[in-house]
């Protein structure tokens, strides 16, 4: 048998395969890295830098660095999460996020990301973006003042709806996610509330209407448990058989 | 590109019939719509010359073209994989490396990215030949670079210069009689002080793009950072976070020390975003945003200091300002409703 290509992750022998990033490798063998851009089954994006950790020395996207034999990847050290830290606070203050009024609270992955990150406040000074809210749809609600532009929504619409119904619009700060019709009106389009785009939203910005609060704040998934226990990671450690962090 | 298109054009040919091109492109930013003109007629004569189209100089095996495209003037289409993208016609943002152009480059297809100074020297080289251009220069960077002088002299423009050269040298070239400082390779590059002008321009110590932008005595360092911290806001393409948004905190931290509301707090904070920045961002532009306030903070710390004020910290907005809309609300114009600030200051923990 040939020998198999592993990588080190804080310690821990991770295996991969050729063509696996250092993140679908460590997920696939039950090691989570906090991660709000990418999502297992989407082309990584590399944008929200949440993934940073420290491969040979250098600190990389984990989602977009491709794995290789031997690499040493740190992710649990103070340096990695105090930066860590401070991106999430990044995209706190960037938008207006006010977890006990938001529906998605105790299911977000960016309130369960900042969590498990150990991130206590904000920190920064916060922009309080002027950014209305689109009811327009009869069964989902965009609030945009969650949106922390990781574009999954727009790749899901893209790529797997096959309608193209979000964009992202603007440069630097002024970036912002747009609805792709004249009135930029989600009512506007054939968005459908079962369409893959209206799931993947880690954050509390896609909405479905009409069935607030069915799991009550307090017992949703990440108020149970963590996020590297309970998140992603699991589904698919669980189906490799892999081992979890915790 | 204005006095030189043709040399940069018989680079770009020679590196197509390296690489076994067809087509090369030359990305000119909007601000240099000017040249389109006279670039296009360099081309046709080009073309008439049989140095370009098919079978250059007879060879049927050797054809080769150059199309103009113009970009928007995005600064961070200054990227490699940004320019790309921009030439394929979508949104100038970098793209995920690697793989690199050279093996993905335009429409995914291997691409050779070089700037003019490059392809220039590199038809001089196919000519003169490689020792004649390892000539000059040091012993790990050959031949000559070109430098960009502007600012505070009082002979700007565009200078070439064996690599090795002291900055001091250039200063008294160009006629830079009282330089404190200097910003290296634009607003993404290095600000040196006085200190280092002995240093020498080469790889192996002052590396550098080209520009030099020189700050005499008069100015105020800081009005400079300052510029440079609003340009990299607007300049920031916004697809990842510490770059989105770093940039403009980094901003806001710098304009409240101008405006003499800075702490001591406030340049440590400064230093941990522009850290984040540095090592976090996606691409150059990001990493490299932080770099006159990084180089300033450690260059000229005075320019800082000296507006500092004594407290250790200070909120980021005025609390006096922020009671505005309520006093006006109550109709309160008397003196108790405005905060005294200092007192208020001064009893923060
Ligand atoms: S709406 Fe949600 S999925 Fe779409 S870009 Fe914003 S945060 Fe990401
Ligand atoms: S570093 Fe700045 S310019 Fe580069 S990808 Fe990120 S946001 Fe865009
Ligand atoms: S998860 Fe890697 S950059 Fe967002």
Request: some cysteine; hydrophobic content about 40%; aromatic content about 8%.
């Given at each position: 048998?040939?020998?198999?290509?592993?990588?080190t992750l804080d310690g821990r022998?991770?295996?991969?395969?050729?063509?696996?990033?250092i993140m679908?490798?460590a997920?696939?063998?039950?090691f989570y890295i906090p991660h709000l851009c990418f999502?297992?089954?989407?082309?990584?994006?590399g944008s929200c830098r949440v993934c940073l950790v420290k491969i040979n020395g250098r600190m990389q996207a984990s989602c977009t660095t491709?794995?290789?034999?031997?690499q040493t990847v740190l992710s649990e050290i103070e340096e990695v999460r105090e930066m860590r830290r401070g991106i999430l606070q990044m995209l706190f203050v960037e938008g207006?996020h006010?977890c006990?009024?938001?529906?998605?609270?105790?299911?977000c992955q960016l309130q369960a990301v900042a969590y498990y990150a150990g991130m206590l406040a904000p920190h920064y000074t916060h922009f309080?973006?002027?950014?209305?809210?689109?009811?327009?749809?009869?069964?989902?609600?965009?609030?945009?003042?969650?949106?922390i532009l990781c574009?999954?929504?727009?790749?899901?619409?893209?790529?797997?709806?096959?309608?193209?119904?979000?964009?992202?619009?603007?440069?630097?700060?002024?970036?912002?996610?747009?609805?792709?019709?004249?009135?930029?009106?989600?009512?506007?389009?054939?968005?459908?509330?079962?369409?893959?785009?209206?799931?993947?939203?880690p954050t509390?910005?896609?909405?479905?209407?009409?069935?607030?609060?069915?799991?009550?704040?307090?017992?949703?998934?990440y108020?149970?448990?963590p996020i590297n226990?309970?998140g992603?990671v699991?589904?698919?450690?669980?189906?490799?058989?892999?081992?979890?962090h915790d | 590109?204005?006095?030189?298109?043709?040399?940069?054009?018989?680079?770009?040919?020679?590196?197509?019939?390296?690489?076994?091109?067809?087509?090369?492109?030359?990305?000119?930013?909007?601000?240099?719509?000017?040249?389109?003109?006279?670039?296009?007629?360099?081309?046709?004569?080009?073309?008439?010359?049989?140095?370009?189209?098919?079978?250059?100089?007879?060879?049927?095996?050797?054809?080769?073209?150059?199309?103009?495209?113009?970009?928007?003037?995005?600064?961070?289409?200054?990227?490699?994989?940004?320019?790309?993208?921009?030439?394929?016609?979508?949104?100038?943002?970098?793209?995920?490396?690697?793989?690199?152009?050279?093996?993905?480059?335009?429409?995914?297809?291997?691409?050779?990215?070089?700037?003019?100074?490059?392809?220039?020297?590199?038809?001089?080289?196919?000519?003169?030949?490689?020792?004649?251009?390892?000539?000059?220069?040091?012993?790990?960077?050959?031949?000559?670079?070109?430098?960009?002088?502007?600012?505070?002299?009082?002979?700007?423009?565009?200078?070439?210069?064996?690599?090795?050269?002291?900055?001091?040298?250039?200063?008294?070239?160009?006629?830079?009689?009282?330089?404190?400082?200097?910003?290296?390779?634009?607003?993404?590059?290095?600000?040196?002080?006085?200190?280092?002008?002995?240093?020498?321009?080469?790889?192996?110590?002052?590396?550098?793009?080209?520009?030099?932008?020189?700050?005499?005595?008069?100015?105020?360092?800081?009005?400079?950072?300052?510029?440079?911290?609003?340009?990299f806001?607007?300049?920031s393409?916004?697809?990842c976070t510490p770059c989105r948004v770093g940039t403009s905190l980094l901003r806001d931290l710098v304009?409240k020390?101008?405006?003499?509301?800075g702490t001591r707090a406030d340049l440590e904070e400064m230093r941990k975003l522009g850290q984040i920045m540095r090592v976090g961002s996606h691409c150059?532009?990001g990493q490299t945003a932080p770099n006159?306030v990084l180089d300033?903070l450690d260059?000229?710390?005075?320019?800082?200091?000296?507006?500092?004020?004594?407290?250790a910290f200070?909120?980021a907005?005025?609390?006096?300002?922020?009671?505005?809309?309520?006093?006006?609300?109550?109709?309160?114009?008397?003196?108790?409703?405005?905060?005294?600030?200092?007192?208020?200051?001064?009893?923060?923990p």
């Open positions: 048998m040939s020998e198999e290509l592993s990588f022998r991770v295996p991969f395969q050729d063509g696996q990033t679908t490798a997920l696939a063998a039950g999502n297992p089954e989407f082309t990584p994006h491709p794995a290789a034999a031997g207006n006010v006990p009024a938001c529906e998605k609270s105790g299911a309080y973006p002027r950014r209305p809210v689109d009811a327009s749809h009869p069964d989902a609600l965009i609030d945009f003042n969650r949106c574009e999954l929504c727009v790749r899901a619409s893209r790529d797997v709806d096959g309608k193209n119904v979000f964009a992202v619009q603007g440069r630097g700060i002024k970036a912002h996610l747009v609805v792709n019709t004249p009135s930029g009106k989600l009512g506007a389009t054939d968005f459908n509330i079962t369409d893959k785009a209206a799931q993947v939203c509390g910005t896609i909405l479905r209407k009409h069935s607030g609060y069915e799991i009550p704040i307090g017992q949703r998934l108020d149970r448990k226990v309970v992603d699991a589904a698919l450690a669980v189906s490799k058989g892999g081992r979890r | 590109m204005q006095d030189f298109a043709d040399l940069v054009f018989e680079g770009m040919t020679v590196c197509g019939r390296v690489i076994g091109a067809r087509q090369g492109f030359v990305y000119l930013r909007g601000e240099y719509r000017y040249l389109v003109d006279a670039l296009k007629a360099t081309l046709q004569s080009r073309r008439e010359a049989g140095l370009l189209g098919e079978a250059i100089l007879g060879d049927p095996s050797f054809s080769f073209d150059i199309d103009l495209h113009i970009g928007a003037g995005a600064y961070v289409c200054g990227e490699e994989s940004a320019l790309i993208e921009s030439l394929e016609g979508k949104h100038g943002v970098p793209r995920i490396r690697p793989p690199f152009p050279t093996t993905h480059g335009y429409l995914n297809k291997p691409t050779v990215v070089n700037n003019v100074e490059t392809f220039a020297s590199a038809a001089k080289i196919a000519v003169q030949g490689g020792e004649w251009f390892a000539s000059r220069g040091t012993a790990e960077s050959k031949g000559t670079k070109l430098l960009s002088l502007s600012g505070d002299c009082e002979r700007p423009g565009i200078y070439e210069y064996p690599f090795g050269v002291t900055v001091r040298q250039v200063l008294e070239d160009c006629g830079a009689r009282d330089a404190q400082g200097i910003q290296m390779a634009g607003p993404a590059g290095h600000m040196i002080s006085a200190k280092l002008f002995d240093r020498r321009i080469c790889f192996e110590d002052l590396a550098t793009g080209g520009s030099f932008m020189v700050f005499d005595h008069r100015r105020d360092i800081l009005d400079g950072i300052r510029n440079f911290a609003h340009f806001v607007h300049e393409c916004g697809f304009d020390v101008h405006t003499g509301h150059g532009l006159p300033s260059q000229f710390p005075e320019a800082y200091e000296r507006r500092l004020r004594s407290t200070e909120p907005f005025d609390m006096n300002a922020a009671l505005e809309q309520a006093r006006w609300l109550t109709g309160r114009t008397d003196p108790a409703a405005y905060l005294d600030e200092e007192a208020l200051v001064g009893a923060m």
